[in-house]
């Protein structure tokens, strides 16, 4: 009887580790990297010139004409320029990292494809899925600017008149239904629906109307400037006016941190470039070079529109919503007023066909991969563009546009933005440090002085191995819980950063220590030597940096986004394992070569040569032709 309850105990025990072996394989299933994306059904067409195009225009939108009066005003005063600096030396470093990736991985997606040839299949849904919730919300928040932005030039009377005919008394919606925001993106969505390079044609008009309306601005702004405008004492502040401590950085160190956290959606944007590997000519050197040229545009445009914005007027005097109408009207220039405004609108409109542009890409990569429903990867044989991902996700922007408000919808998409950058930088370090032919491979067992021995690289390797690339892999996710215990003192502690707590100085320290040990181990550690057309400089520094100035932000972030964020999540969760770990193209692949090693074991058995009853040589290919039932006869045979 005892015999009898053991057996069936060690049976339930073996069943149930079985089941958890079974469900990690699925979750950490690899893509493969064996296509150059040369057979993909999407048009190549896209030039470099495109490509920069998208990138400046999907990025220079609200960014120029909202963010910079308004971070002026309420966090940084003149210190908006190292403000945007300090945001885009972190976007720069994301960016590198965005770029060896495309230079690796010529196909649609982005951070997705990129994670799930590197990590594995759950992490790259999670991402595709904050992805999609990106450029949802990108694409909704720059509809909403744009229509506020217009009624502000009419003195608020669309929102009044809606706010009294539909006024919506819900605190997590806006106060009224924006059917003018719905509509446009409805529009631009059977733009781009029609064709990409129709689409991409009518970006870089907008683009270069964009360029134009900057240039106007800083040519009739700078001939406003007063140097003075960078230095005011506090003294000479107005009453009633929240000027800070006056002089260049009137709110201090906190407030240009706080005014870089949100300067940092001024560069969200750029990596849409990155969804275009399979619509771009010649992408390992087209898109690493757009990106890096399109970054460095927009930097020159924000500093410059900071800088001519904060001294031509003062700092307290900015209007957070509409900073250039209210510049020229308070110097009497209504006519650059107008020109600027109408070129503005266009602008905003650049913004939002860029926003837009890669979410039917992130969901055709998804549903090409079987992850998520694949209906939506069906592409149309005339315009060449995935036409039912591209409605959906314009109508679900549009709706999202009609019913949130703009501070809602910009408090929503920094987090998605963030957890992407992240895992692109953690990506970038596990394929460098992990030579191409050890992808997949099985583990090695490895004893404690082995361990101890590469942590130093003692034996001084020049090519990875499976132990020093899971010494990287476990430095990394190390390091990254070091990080997060870090800003977890930073961020509510940081006004107690001084000698009268050194409780709060002793932890950070340690914790900085610890990182930077961590560090030199992954320094020490052998880096694959494959040569790409552009790889990420100071590997592994700068990636590093990236994942802890990612984490900071992600830390900045309020309670309340976290919620909406985790219940999206959920949402997400649902649909993958309820639908896309058992529909999964990779798993699919999987299965056939598991039941490929059990026709090559039966044909074995029945000495037929590696030839049995069904027709199996023994060859992956051959046994490819064969239809799924025979597999299954094969193997319960």
Known sequence: MDEGLLAITVRSVM???????????????????DDDGNESKLARVLTLLDLTGLGVGSTLGLGVYVLAGSVAREQAGPAVVVSF??????????????????????????????SYV??????????????????????????????????????NKISTAMRDAMPMNVDFLSDYPDFFSFIVVLILAGLLAYGVKESTLMNNIFTGVNLIVIGVVLVAGGMNCDPDNWSIPQESIPPGYNGGAGGFAPFGFAGIMAGAAKCFYGFV???????????????????????????????LAYFGISTVLTMALPYYLQDPE?????????????????????????????????A????????????????????????????????????????????????FNLQQLIDMMSIGTLLAYTIVAVSVLVLRYQAEELLGTSDVSVTVPEVLR????????????????????VGVCVFAAFVCGACGILVPAEDYINTDYPGVIAGLAILVAILLTLFVIILLQPTDKRKLTFKVPLVPLLPLVSVFFNLYLMFQLDSGTWIRFSVWIVVGYFIYFTYGIRHSVEGERLLTRSELAAARSVANANGNGGID?????????????????????????
């Open 613 to 637: 009853n069904t027709g199996y040589d023994g060859d992956e290919k051959s046994a490819s032709k064969l239809p799924a039932a025979t597999y299954t006869i094969t193997q319960d045979s």
């Open 269 to 299: 944007g750029f990596d849409c470039i990155a969804t275009t590997g399979e619509e771009a000519q010649d992408p390992e050197r087209n898109i690493p070079l757009a990106i890096v040229i399109s970054l460095i545009i927009i930097f």
């Open 15 to 33: 069943r149930m580790e079985g089941a958890v072996r079974r469900f990690w394989t699925a979750v950490t299933r690899k893509k493969q990297n």
């Open 85 to 114: 600096l300090v945001a885009a030396v972190a976007s720069a470093i994301a960016a590198l990292c965005y770029a060896e990736f495309a230079a690796r991985v010529p196909k649609a997606g982005s951070a997705y494809v990129y």
């Open 454 to 473: 590469q942590l130093v690289n003692g034996a001084r390797l020049k090519a990875p191995t499976q132990l020093s690339s899971a010494i990287v892999k």
């Open 118 to 155: 590197s990590i594995g299949e759950f992490t790259a849904f999670t991402i595709g899925w904050n992805l999609i919730l990106e450029y949802v919300i990108g694409t909704s928040s720059v509809a909403r600017g744009m229509s506020g932005y217009i009624d502000s030039l009419v003195d």
């Open 356 to 403: 837009m542009f890669p979410l039917p890409r992130v969901l055709y990569a998804m549903s090409s991969d079987g992850i998520i429903y694949k209906k939506l990867q069906t592409v149309h044989p005339k315009t060449q563009t995935p036409v039912l991902a591209t409605m959906l996700s314009g109508l679900l922007a549009a709706i999202m546009a009609a019913l």
């Open 322 to 354: 509409a900073p250039f109408p209210h510049l020229f009207e308070s110097l009497g220039w209504i006519a650059i007023k107008w020109i600027v405004s109408i070129g503005a609108i266009f602008a905003l409109c650049t913004s939002l066909l860029g």
